[in-house]
């Protein structure tokens, strides 16, 4: 999960812009659900009889017959995924999976996790697959421990569905001069630990100890609302989150009087569903299911309800990441 070495800054203050458009109801949740938690409010959708799905004859035998794709999720990560006021699971994620649901004539059934038991999930069979804003990288793709450079397992393939950079936030009226990741040295970062954003704060650490400078220390939580809880109470200077859900957090966290979004987005990528090395034929079900719904116009319609089209993709890759 080694971040990649070249930044590249995206148009974050025309992102921002979009983040009024965001049609979400609920408050921030704090804390993430337990350990594979099942909810039957999944936001996914009984799309009936397989026969009524134009893409069913591409999943694998044992999952149309079961109706059902189980989803290993981190979902405390909103707008990507989190419950509602009701308790029910929503968000980019759960709409853009009941839409595939429709073509494939299953369900999708998401199971509460923390981000980095997911892959070990695949590994050993408990979920069909992982979609959780995560990042389609090489090393992920091969199984690389980024801090190691060491090969840990043996990867998993991605179907990649949108694209997001990494932004910085801070508490409102409190951004110590941070503009850039380089403004870091000497900071504490809150992060969710094994995200791509755990990544880019490691390699900055080392380039501020490189640059003769403080270091950035860093303090990671399972999930993001722990890291932003952390920064609320001074514990931390600023958090790291993909782009949706740092905008997320400062327009609804605290009536929009918690934070705040520093500097420009870094590193934009495919967000990518992740499926076991061995399972070729529901990867490409998906693949299909997710061109699909970008054809048929109910993905502009999903992204442009969370107010992310920004991120929006035109065709759908298998392991796309770099």
């Known amino acids: 999960m080694t971040a990649r070495t070249t930044r590249h800054t995206t148009a974050a203050r025309t992102r921002l812009a979009a983040v009024g458009s965001l049609a979400v109801a609920g408050a921030l949740l704090l804390s993430a659900c337990g350990d594979q938690t099942k909810d039957n409010g999944s936001g996914s959708t009984d799309t009936g009889a397989a026969s009524s799905a134009p893409l069913a004859d591409k999943l694998p035998q044992a999952i149309r017959d079961k109706g059902v794709i189980r989803v290993g999720s981190d979902i405390a990560y909103a707008p990507v995924e989190f419950k509602d006021s009701s308790g ?4 980019i994620d759960p709409d853009i999976a009941a839409a595939m649901g429709e073509q494939l004539g299953v369900k999708f059934e998401f199971q509460n996790a923390t981000f980095d ?3 070990g999930g695949l590994a050993s069979k408990r979920y069909d697959v992982a979609m959780s804003a995560m990042t389609d990288t090489k090393d992920r793709q091969e199984g690389i421990d980024g801090d190691t450079g060491k090969k840990v ?6 179907v990649d569905y949108f694209t997001a950079g990494v932004s910085l936030y801070t508490n409102k009226g409190d ?3 941070i503009e850039t990741w380089d403004d870091l040295c000497g900071k504490t970062m809150a992060v969710q630990r094994n995200t791509f954003s755990h990544d880019l704060a490691k390699e900055q650490a080392e380039k501020c100890k490189k640059d003769g400078k403080p270091t950035l220390k860093i303090e990671d939580f399972a999930t ?3 890291a932003e809880t952390r920064m609320r109470s001074k514990g931390a200077d600023v958090v790291s989150a993909d782009f949706p859900i740092a905008a997320y957090s400062v327009k609804n966290a605290g009536g929009g009087n918690y934070f705040e979004i520093v500097g420009d987005q870094v590193e934009a990528g495919p967000y990518g569903i992740a499926v076991a090395k061995d399972n070729t034929e529901l990867r490409d079900a998906l693949q299909a299911a997710v061109q699909a719904i970008i054809d048929n116009g109910e993905y502009k319609k999903i992204i442009e309800k969370w107010g992310v089209a920004d991120g929006a993709i035109t065709e759908s ?3 796309g990441g770099s």
């Open 175 to 177: 951004t110590q001069g």
């Open 88 to 91: 029910k699971v929503v968000g």
């Open 317 to 319: 890759k298998i392991n």
């Open 153 to 158: 397992g043996a990867g998993v393939d991605f």
């Open 224 to 226: 993001n609302p722990e």
């Open 117 to 119: 038991t997911l892959i």
